[in-house]
């Protein structure tokens, strides 16, 4: 290595750990065009440590002599996709049969914020959509929710079971910029959503609804679950079956008896 | 008037509220002459065992449901017109609906007790059924059904049927996106009849689904229809049971020929009032304090849109478990076909009820027993019939539990397809292992209790053959005079 | 009702005394119990709590009414009274065993005779004048099955309604839900849209799904449907073969639908067919082919009648 890539690696290094220091913030890519590459280039060697052995060199991909995917390209990922995966845990993954699901991140915020931008370079894929929450139409989302979401989230976003020992996972643990990069990305078993299905505004409004369900108006008292007869069905049954029970043990108990004698 | 002042002289002294209720009577009796059968009633004799009362939790909650219901249709709007909602509850403003979901919105958010109503009378709907259930099986596992008490299983069979499909055809009412749903396999099932089937979905939905009647038409089955005739069958049920005295558990001083217990009038009937009153409670207790049916968070019906996690209330269950764990299979020959929501959809439900209301007949055959019985079983002393009903219960259960295989899957992390392949198994091994082991359970407690057990159908004595013979009688029985 | 007045208790049953000497003591004495008195006050106080929160449930609904507690108060109120009324059944009112007669069911013989010889006198007129029987049953039964005919207008003839769609015109354009057409690549890979025949938003046979499968992934049409894909989108029938649920469950990575219903499972990359679940049939794949302007269109009816299956479907 030459001593010019020690001092440029030293120029990166030195503020990467002092601002480690300080109190974690997101980071976006700076306007500056020596920040970005500083950025990327800091997100190239995470990369090169967390990422390539499944993803290959430059995002390329790794498939194995069987023919099996360890890793997928990440050429069209775009951002988003990096940001959604890295800031909900789901990658890095301890090994790729694994199906990936939400843990604590591996990376904080300034790692994941260079990785990002590295990814980003890869290809041209989607960047992390700009939530606007304060014009947007809770109706409106609503609908869209239900005609889009639903199926797979449910209706109350606790998610639900897909094939295979899949889930599509409840949306209540999702901030608003994990959920709609999720929905531009299409992670594992969701479907993709571009502008063209679903407009910046629809994703506001539908963002803004799934914001709504995290804490929904629940003006019937204790919600069991907001999923329907299934935690209904258990009430019934062990609340209120097992009180009329009791009850009917109490009335049916009768003080000492006098028996008449046949 | 000698007759008002002979009441007051035995009084000793003047009771304004005593005098005005006698005079009532008086008065009513010598229009109707009553005093002889008030009297009857007043000394009718109820043995009081615990398991007597869940009939009456049945009864309690129908009340409950018919004064909130009556509530609720002053509110209600059976109307499948669209409209566009501009109430209160800001998530669904500017959202096109039926008129049907508009005012259970509208109940719910804007008119006062409206919600608790709502909520009372659906809590009450899922305990009428559990009720109905748990007296089903006291019946059941005590002989109660036996001659002559074959009529009142009837009635209360009919009754079964009356309340599980007003229970759906209520939470369908509200044209919201889960019951909806329900709707749209009511109407495939339907379709899926051989040779009638599309002309009974046509008929019933007034054409294809949705269609623009199903409301409407299940607003009338279901405030007016099926609970008349559910008051109906309630009312002989009671009058049958009267009539013919309750049955009463083997015990000092009980016999084929008395009934002991406690008079109607003051105790039985206090009682009676007081769990009235309680089951009351319990309702309204569930309807403010537990949420239920929020619809407001499924949304309005839409025929091109479902939720994941689409469950019918508990009592439908079964019947969604048996659609799921149902392999692919149909019949198709020459362009015609059943198609495979026929045979856990009909034919499955049809054997279930076939077998419950003929139960009676076929145990009265198999056991060669037809004679009167005022005394019940201990479940124990009849192993067979003991283990038989216990293995029906663990299949509808299996089933039951089927009906959720993919909340279960999504909550504890498994695989739906392994859930479901499980409970394919489960459905068939679950009603041997409970059966045999309910059957070997019976014999053991009756051992140890020293009682005498009836296996009239000795599977194991004559393999291949059932044997007529009537069970040995307990010791102060006599032999029924109108036996055979 | 009943036949005969109930006697009063079985003469000689030790166990019974008149209700009025009852006062709620084992002794069988007049006075209360200290016993007596505690359950006394306990059951006073059950009614008192019970009038006191039917007067809270009053207020709450005057001022406008809140469901919890409006659900809690009633629960006290009739859980007051309940328990009050036990209490005082349970302590005050006489619980002896009393014992009643019961008879066989069966009517006696005499009776039996009786009615039978009432009924034979009146009914030989019937029976003497077996024509008139005849005819009469005979009008019966003919005006009973007339009067079942009004069913008929409860519902239309199910007619080809049932194997047709709107989008049997041919070249009809498919439309997302605000009628708006689609191009292929208004689709992103792995994306999936509902559409309509245009004109016919709310046909609720016909929600069809647009799917863009992955080119890289092997694609295998049905024999003869070579062509009904464009730009790597297929179009599918939404509603379940099985029941009719829409099937909304994209997995875009195995590439297949899942019914939330009762998880029939669909095989997107070879025609629907169902792998797992209680459906027997694919999903009805719809043609598609591009009109001038490059918006897809569909160029045929469905492949099958849509929807949960029925006795003649396939005729």
């Given at each position: 290595m030459t001593s010019r890539r020690r001092l440029h690696r030293l120029l990166v290094a030195v503020p990467l750990v002092a601002t480690a220091a300080l109190t974690p913030f997101v980071v976006r890519p700076a306007a500056g065009q020596d920040a970005d590459d500083e950025l990327v280039e800091a997100g190239r060697e995470l990369y090169e440590t967390g990422c390539s052995s499944c993803h290959g060199d430059d995002g390329g991909g790794v498939v194995t002599d069987d023919g099996d995917v360890r890793g997928p390209t990440l050429e069209q990922a775009g951002e988003a996709s990096a940001y959604y995966y890295l800031s909900t845990g789901r990658m890095p993954l301890a090994n790729s049969e694994e199906i990936p699901v939400r843990k604590r991140p591996a990376y904080d915020d300034r790692e994941i914020a260079a990785l990002v931008a590295y990814v980003g370079t890869l290809g041209d894929g989607p960047e992390i959509p700009d939530v606007d929450l304060d014009d947007a139409d809770v109706a409106a989302g609503g609908e869209i929710f239900r005609a889009n979401c639903q199926a797979c989230h449910s209706a109350s976003g606790s998610g639900g079971a897909l094939s295979y020992g899949r889930a599509a996972p409840r949306l209540s643990d999702a901030t608003p910029t994990e959920v709609a990069a999720a929905v531009r990305v299409g992670p594992g078993q969701m479907p993709v959503f571009g502008p063209d299905t679903l407009s910046d505004d629809d994703l506001d409004d539908v963002v803004s609804y799934v914001e709504y369900l995290r804490e929904p108006e629940d003006p019937g008292g204790l919600p069991i679950g907001r999923t329907g007869p299934i935690p209904e069905g258990f009430v019934a049954w062990l609340v209120g079956m097992v009180a009329l029970l009791i009850l009917v043990a109490w009335i049916g108990t009768r003080s000492p008896v006098r028996r008449s004698r046949p | 008037m000698s007759e008002v002042s002979d009441v007051s002289a035995r009084r000793r002294g003047p009771r304004p509220e005593r005098l005005l209720t006698h005079r009532i009577a008086r008065w009513v009796d010598t229009r109707l002459g009553t005093a002889k059968l008030a009297r009857t009633a007043l000394n009718k004799v109820f043995p009081d065992?615990?398991?007597?009362m869940l009939g009456e939790l049945g009864l309690y909650s129908f009340i409950v449901l018919v004064l909130t219901g009556v509530y609720l249709t002053f509110f209600f709007d059976p109307s499948s017109n669209l409209v566009v909602y501009d109430g209160s509850y800001e998530p669904l403003r500017g959202v096109q609906m039926t008129e049907a979901y508009h005012s259970a919105l509208e109940l719910s958010f804007?008119?006062?007790?409206g919600l608790v109503m709502r909520q009372i009378h659906h809590w009450a709907a899922l305990l009428f059924l559990a009720a109905i259930a748990v007296h089903l099986a006291r019946v059941f596992f005590t002989g109660a059904f036996r001659r002559p008490r074959e009529i009142n299983w009837i009635i209360g069979c009919t009754l079964l049927i009356l309340a599980l499909l007003n229970g759906l055809f209520g939470y369908s009412l509200l044209d919201d996106q889960l019951s909806g749903t329900g709707l749209r396999i009511v109407y495939s099932i339907t379709l899926s009849i051989p040779l009638a089937g599309t002309w009974l979905a046509s008929l019933l939905f007034g054409g294809e689904f949705p269609g623009p009647d199903i409301i409407e038409r299940l607003y009338v089955l279901h405030i007016l229809l099926v609970p008349v005739a559910i008051a109906v069958l309630l009312t002989a049920h009671l009058a049958i049971v009267v009539h013919q005295k309750h049955t009463q558990f083997p015990g000092p001083g009980r016999r084929e020929d008395n009934v002991v217990g406690e008079r109607m009038w003051p105790t039985y009937a206090a009682k009676a009032l007081g769990l009235f009153f309680l089951t009351s409670a319990v309702l309204a207790f569930l309807g403010g304090v537990f949420q239920i049916n929020p619809i407001w968070i499924y949304g309005p019906f839409d025929p091109a849109q479902v939720s994941a996690a689409s469950q019918p209330d508990w009592y439908m269950g079964w019947l969604d478990g048996a659609l799921r764990i149902m392999p692919g299979w149909e019949v198709r020959a020459g362009g015609f076909e059943t198609p495979n929501p026929f045979f856990p959809g009909v034919l499955l439900a049809g054997i279930t009820f076939a077998l419950l209301y003929a139960w009676p007949f076929l145990e009265a055959r198999v056991t060669g027993d037809y004679a009167e019985h005022n005394l019940l079983d201990r479940p124990r002393q009849r192993p067979v019939r003991t283990a038989l009903g216990a293995a029906t219960i663990s299949f509808y259960t299996v089933s039951f539990i089927a009906g959720g295989s993919d909340v279960l899957a999504a909550t504890f992390g498994l695989s739906v397809n392994a859930v479901l392949w499980t409970f394919r198994f489960a459905v068939l091994l679950a009603p041997l292992v409970v059966g045999w082991v309910t059957y070997q359970l019976c014999k053991e407690l009756s051992a140890r209790d020293g009682l005498p057990t009836a296996s009239p159908v000795a599977v194991r004595e004559i393999p291949g053959r059932l044997r007529r013979g009537a069970p040995p009688t307990p010791p102060d029985a006599p032999e029924a005079a109108a036996g055979r | 009702m009943s036949d005969s007045p109930n006697p009063p208790p079985v003469a000689g049953d030790p166990a019974v005394s008149a209700p009025s000497e009852q006062q709620g003591t084992v002794e069988g004495e007049a006075v209360l119990t200290r016993r007596g008195a505690r359950v006394e006050l306990a059951s006073a106080a059950c009614f008192v709590v019970a009038a006191l929160a039917a007067v809270a449930l009053a207020v709450v609904y005057w001022e406008g009414g809140q469901a919890q507690a409006e659900g809690v108060l009633l629960a006290v109120s009739l859980g007051g009274i309940g328990v009050g009324i036990v209490l005082w059944a349970k302590q005050f009112m006489p619980d002896d065993e009393v014992a009643e007669e019961r008879h066989p069911m069966a009517s006696a013989e005499e009776d039996v005779a009786a009615f039978t010889a009432d009924y034979e006198a009146g009914g030989s007129t019937l029976r003497s004048r077996r024509i008139l029987v005849a005819t009469a049953g005979g009008a019966c039964a003919a005006l009973g099955v007339a009067l079942v005919f009004p069913i008929r207008s409860l519902g239309p003839r199910p007619g080809r309604g049932l194997k047709q769609?709107?989008?049997?015109?041919?070249g009809v354009r498919v439309v997302r839900e605000d009628g708006s057409p689609v191009r292929p690549d208004d689709l992103e890979t792995g994306g999936f849209i509902t559409v309509w025949p245009e004109g016919n938003t709310d046909a609720a046979d016909s929600p069809t799904l647009l799917i863009r499968f992955d080119e890289d992934d092997e694609f295998e049409p049905k024999g003869g449907r070579e062509d009904w894909t464009v730009g790597n989108v297929v179009a599918y029938s939404k509603?379940?073969?099985?029941?009719?649920?829409?099937?909304?469950?994209?997995q875009s990575q195995l590439e297949l639908l899942l019914c939330p219903c009762h998880q029939s499972t669909f095989d997107v990359m070879r025609w629907a067919t169902p792998i797992f679940g209680p459906a027997a049939r694919p999903l009805p794949q719809l043609p598609l082919g591009l009109d001038g302007e490059g918006y897809i269109v569909a160029t045929g009816d469905f492949s099958d009648p849509v929807g949960p299956g029925f006795w003649d479907r396939g005729r």
């Open positions: - | 065992h615990w398991s007597f804007d008119v006062r007790a | 769609t709107p989008y049997r015109r041919g509603l379940c073969t099985h029941t009719g649920c829409p099937v909304g469950l994209y």
